[in-house]
């Protein structure tokens, strides 16, 4: 006898293609009527998750809160999920899934007296590797998710133990019949449940009730149940009980069967989701390193402020609400899209603001009349060493000044100074510096008038003046060779730069820049633009996307931004018809590794903008950072959420790759190809025809940045990636202490 345990439940997406407040609206409604349905039939249970749907009920409807509690108290209204949301299981870092367990268990604990051991992301586009670690750190020992569907991934069964890297382990279940149902007949719905069980197991789940925007079990549905429970297939092999997820896990471990097991992640589903609407990618990660560097000062300087810390889980509770699988998905409505963007940087000046208030609280009195001091902190737990920058407040005149910076003993520090972020007046500090763990360092700086006061040591020499960009011209013509190009007679002797002819060498970098393509060593990079009539999800692409490519960047004005001791800098502007790219180059002294800052203003719709890295050999092997640590993944082609950076191996050697703001990838024998941005229209889904709103929002069009750093000699160890990503997430605060 298969016994199946009917999950009565009402997924409710709190932005979609509705408002925030209409989410809120739909919970009270949805709350009501499973309050309703459970005094009207003693025998029906109702499932729930998330901390941010009760806390709506808690704040809004006290009434209705107490029948909730009443519920839970009696067991018929079961709490799962443990988190705030059910968020995008995919771009989230380790830390968010810690504090969306920490947060949401807390407050069932304050609100119910109880915790869950139930996660719960039932319409998540995909799932990290490192999730069953960090639901096992929070006490969860099982997981209910319904994608990748049966279609998208094959599994063993729909039971199974599911196994990060690390060996952690829980009981998973695949919903292999949707989440939502809202037929009264549910005949259909038990059959499927009970297809794909492990051998020798005798307990299934079928979820049913109406949902998205919330609804429930209808009374029908309860009905249909209540008269068919005990036979629903005919033949008498199967009955159907009103249950719930918990008491189907226990059901389970009873009967002690060995479930198969699944290791790594769960992919894939909707790829298009890793990376479209990069404002709100961009801003949720700007706000978990915002918090997760607020925090860590927190625990060096402020461990017992109680003020501080209520703060800093305001601020995290919001970052937690605004990871919800549709918003971080990228497939919200265009406003709710710009309001949840707005509270991950609010979330994120939150955190800034606290990290301000903690470090000047600490060491505000550490200036000392007549000295210029910068203060350099590092409130991680490892040491930060590298190079930083810093705009002290310098009043008119700095063009007229050297400066230089001399350590706590009056040694003087490697001191290079730039461009600074304005246009006007001052200057920017480069500077070599090791801080240990959570601790401060402060320098003086000298200010001197300048010696030879007629040479700037931020040169800007055009090598190309012939090549000047073109307004909205269509692709550049393929078969012109670039302008000659002759090295300038540098007035620099002490720049990294060597130059020969259009090739730029700073110790083992080599970098040349050619119309169609970067070469850096044997490595050539390549800015393609790439044809994507897919919807939002790309719902039509499969696990990967179609490859039609439109054509590359062209590169002209390339020049010599900055030729310092310490750092140099090559710029170059592309074009492809009518979005611009302006490309630096930097290299920094007694480093291998070659930083790129792209500034790009993206004008193409229903296009996708990729960075490829063509290897000199066929890659061999792959590593990619993704959420919770590293992963080793295929050269298969398929489109994968990116989580910092990857580590490639060819030939004898391989390739490096930090890019803290790239959200997605994919990578085979001949290329790794960076998804950068795609441009659907906003919230489109198959099969809408986009031809009939030809004003309709398009995403992610406008200015955006990119930081990557490539080592293009040297294949780094996992930790040395991470460490390189965290320092550049969360580079020591520094300020001018005067
Ligand atoms: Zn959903």
Same mark, same amino acid.
């Given at each position: 006898?298969?016994?199946?345990?009917?999950?009565?439940?009402?997924? &409710?997406?709190?932005?979609?293609?509705?408002?925030?407040? =209409?989410?809120?609206?739909?919970?009270?409604?949805?709350?009501?009527?499973?309050?309703?349905?459970?005094?009207?039939?003693?025998?029906?249970?109702?499932?729930?998750?998330?901390?941010?749907?009760?806390?709506?009920?808690?704040?809004?409807?006290?009434?209705? %809160?107490?029948?909730?509690?009443?519920?839970?108290?009696?067991?018929? %209204?079961?709490?799962?999920?443990?988190?705030?949301?059910?968020?995008?299981?995919?771009?989230?870092?380790?830390?968010?899934?810690?504090?969306?367990?920490?947060?949401?268990?807390?407050?069932?604990?304050?609100?119910?007296?109880?915790?869950?051991?139930?996660?719960?992301?039932?319409?998540?586009?995909?799932?990290?590797?490192?999730?069953?670690?960090?639901?096992?750190?929070?006490?969860?020992?099982?997981?209910?998710?319904?994608?990748?569907?049966?279609?998208?991934?094959?599994?063993?069964?729909?039971?199974?133990?599911?196994?990060?890297?690390?060996?952690?382990?829980?009981?998973?279940?695949?919903?292999?019949?949707?989440?939502?149902?809202?037929?009264?007949?549910?005949?259909?719905?038990?059959?499927?449940?009970?297809?794909?069980?492990?051998?020798?197991?005798?307990?299934?789940?079928?979820?049913?009730?109406?949902?998205?925007?919330?609804?429930?079990?209808?009374?029908?549905?309860?009905?249909?149940?209540?008269?068919?429970?005990? =036979?629903?297939?005919?033949?008498?092999?199967?009955?159907?009980?009103?249950?719930?997820?918990?008491?189907?896990?226990?059901?389970?471990?009873?009967?002690?069967?060995?479930?198969?097991?699944?290791?790594?992640?769960?992919?894939?589903?909707?790829?298009?989701?890793?990376?479209? $609407?990069?404002?709100?990618? +961009?801003?949720?990660?700007?706000?978990?390193?915002?918090?997760?560097?607020?925090?860590?000062?927190?625990?060096?300087?402020?461990?017992?402020?109680?003020? *501080?810390?209520?703060?800093?889980?305001?601020?995290?509770?919001?970052?937690?609400?605004?990871?919800?699988?549709?918003?971080?998905?990228?497939?919200?409505? %265009?406003?709710?899209?710009?309001?949840?963007?707005? $509270?991950?940087?609010?979330?994120?000046?939150?955190?800034?603001?606290?990290?301000?208030?903690?470090?000047?609280?600490?060491?505000?009195?550490?200036?000392?009349?007549?000295?210029?001091?910068?203060?350099?902190?590092?409130?991680?737990?490892?040491?930060?060493?590298?190079?930083?920058?810093?705009?002290?407040?310098?009043?008119?005149?700095?063009?007229?000044?050297?400066?230089? *910076?001399?350590?706590?003993?009056?040694?003087?520090?490697?001191?290079?100074?730039?461009?600074?972020?304005?246009?006007?007046?001052?200057?920017?500090?480069?500077?070599?510096?090791?801080?240990?763990?959570?601790?401060?360092?402060?320098?003086?700086?000298? #200010?001197?008038?300048?010696?030879?006061?007629?040479?700037?040591?931020?040169?800007?020499?055009?090598?190309?003046?012939?090549?000047?960009?073109?307004?909205?011209?269509?692709?550049?013509?393929?078969?012109?060779?670039?302008?000659?190009?002759?090295?300038?007679? +540098?007035?620099?002797?002490?720049?990294? &730069?060597?130059?020969?002819?259009?090739?730029?060498?700073?110790?083992?970098?080599?970098?040349?820049?050619?119309?169609?393509?970067?070469?850096?060593?044997?490595?050539?990079?390549?800015?393609?633009?790439?044809?994507?009539?897919?919807?939002? /999800?790309?719902?039509?692409?499969?696990?990967?996307?179609?490859?039609?490519?439109?054509?590359?960047?062209?590169?002209?004005?390339?020049?010599?931004?900055?030729?310092?001791? *310490?750092?140099?800098?090559?710029?170059?502007?592309?074009?492809?018809?009518?979005?611009?790219? %302006?490309?630096?180059?930097?290299?920094?002294?007694?480093? =291998?590794?070659?930083?790129? +800052? +792209?500034?790009?203003? /993206?004008?193409?719709?229903?296009?996708?903008?990729?960075?490829?890295?063509?290897?000199?050999?066929?890659?061999?092997?792959?590593?990619?950072?993704?959420?919770?640590?590293?992963?080793?993944?295929?050269?298969?082609?398929?489109?994968?959420?990116?989580?910092?950076? #990857?580590?490639?191996?060819?030939?004898?050697?391989?390739?490096?790759?930090?890019?803290?703001?790239?959200?997605?990838?994919?990578?085979?024998?001949?290329?790794?190809?960076?998804?950068?941005?795609?441009?659907?229209?906003?919230?489109?889904?198959?099969?809408?025809?986009?031809?009939?709103?030809?004003?309709?929002?398009?995403?992610?069009?406008?200015?955006?940045?990119?930081?990557?750093?490539?080592?293009?000699?040297?294949?780094?160890?996992?930790?040395?990636?991470?460490?390189?990503?965290?320092?550049?997430?969360?580079?020591?605060?520094?300020?001018?202490?005067?």
């Amino acid at each position: 006898m298969i016994t199946v345990h009917m999950i009565g439940n009402a997924h &409710l997406d709190p932005i979609w293609l509705w408002r925030k407040e =209409d989410g809120v609206d739909a919970v009270l409604a949805t709350t009501r009527s499973a309050c309703d349905r459970l005094d009207e039939y003693p025998e029906f249970i109702f499932t729930c998750s998330t901390s941010w749907y009760h806390r709506q009920v808690e704040m809004l409807a006290p009434a209705l %809160w107490d029948r909730v509690r009443r519920f839970v108290a009696q067991g018929r %209204w079961q709490l799962v999920g443990g988190m705030v949301v059910q968020p995008d299981c995919n771009l989230p870092s380790a830390e968010s899934f810690d504090k969306q367990l920490e947060l949401g268990q807390r407050y069932f604990e304050r609100a119910f007296g109880r915790r869950t051991s139930v996660g719960y992301n039932v319409d998540s586009f995909g799932h990290t590797a490192w999730l069953p670690q960090r639901l096992r750190r929070a006490g969860i020992d099982a997981y209910c998710f319904m994608r990748p569907g049966p279609h998208e991934m094959d599994l063993p069964a729909d039971f199974f133990r599911w196994q990060s890297p690390d060996g952690s382990e829980v009981t998973a279940f695949r919903i292999g019949s949707p989440y939502c149902y809202a037929a009264t007949d549910l005949r259909a719905h038990i059959e499927r449940a009970v297809q794909f069980l492990p051998p020798g197991v005798e307990h299934a789940m079928c979820f049913y009730g109406v949902g998205d925007h919330g609804g429930g079990p209808t009374k029908e549905q309860i009905e249909w149940l209540l008269a068919n429970g005990g =036979d629903p297939l005919g033949g008498g092999s199967v009955r159907a009980i009103f249950s719930h997820p918990r008491a189907a896990f226990d059901a389970l471990a009873k009967q002690n069967v060995t479930l198969p097991l699944v290791a790594g992640e769960l992919q894939h589903h909707a790829v298009g989701c890793y990376s479209v $609407e990069r404002r709100i990618k +961009l801003s949720m990660r700007f706000a978990e390193g915002r918090l997760m560097q607020a925090q860590q000062a927190a625990d060096w300087l402020a461990p017992n402020d109680d003020g *501080l810390q209520a703060d800093l889980d305001d601020a995290w509770e919001s970052l937690c609400f605004n990871q919800f699988h549709d918003i971080l998905g990228g497939t919200c409505l %265009w406003n709710a899209s710009t309001l949840a963007t707005g $509270e991950l940087i609010a979330a994120g000046a939150k955190a800034n603001d606290a990290l301000t208030a903690v470090t000047r609280r600490a060491m505000g009195d550490l200036s000392k009349p007549g000295e210029h001091r910068i203060v350099a902190a590092n409130p991680a737990d490892r040491e930060f060493t590298g190079f930083l920058t810093h705009e002290p407040w310098v009043r008119h005149g700095a063009e007229a000044l050297d400066f230089q *910076l001399f350590d706590e003993q009056g040694q003087p520090v490697p001191t290079q100074t730039q461009d600074p972020s304005y246009m006007v007046c001052s200057t920017q500090l480069l500077f070599p510096l090791t801080i240990p763990a959570r601790s401060r360092r402060v320098l003086e700086l000298r #200010m001197t008038p300048k010696r030879d006061a007629g040479v700037s040591p931020a040169l800007d020499v055009p090598l190309d003046q012939s090549t000047e960009v073109k307004e909205s011209t269509s692709q550049p013509d393929a078969g012109k060779m670039p302008a000659s190009r002759e090295a300038p007679a +540098l007035d620099a002797p002490q720049g990294l &730069l060597r130059i020969d002819g259009d090739t730029f060498a700073a110790g083992d970098v080599r970098l040349i820049v050619g119309e169609r393509d970067l070469r850096i060593n044997d490595w050539r990079l390549r800015l393609d633009v790439v044809d994507d009539p897919t919807d939002t /999800w790309s719902h039509s692409a499969g696990n990967r996307f179609a490859d039609e490519t439109l054509g590359a960047f062209a590169w002209s004005q390339t020049a010599v931004a900055n030729n310092g001791p *310490l750092r140099a800098d090559v710029r170059s502007l592309g074009q492809f018809d009518r979005s611009l790219a %302006w490309c630096r180059a930097m290299v920094h002294k007694d480093s =291998d590794a070659l930083s790129i +800052l +792209l500034r790009v203003t /993206w004008a193409q719709a229903r296009q996708r903008l990729c960075l490829r890295l063509i290897p000199p050999s066929p890659i061999r092997e792959r590593t990619d950072l993704v959420s919770g640590g590293p992963l080793s993944r295929n050269l298969n082609g398929c489109e994968y959420p990116l989580g910092g950076g #990857m580590i490639v191996r060819c030939g004898a050697g391989g390739l490096t790759l930090a890019a803290p703001d790239v959200f997605s990838a994919n990578a085979t024998p001949e290329a790794v190809t960076l998804t950068l941005l795609r441009s659907p229209l906003v919230a489109h889904h198959d099969p809408f025809d986009p031809a009939r709103r030809p004003d309709h929002p398009v995403t992610d069009q406008g200015s955006h940045e990119f930081h990557l750093t490539l080592w293009p000699t040297a294949t780094l160890t996992p930790p040395q990636l991470i460490r390189h990503v965290d320092q550049h997430l969360m580079p020591p605060v520094v300020w001018d202490a005067t």
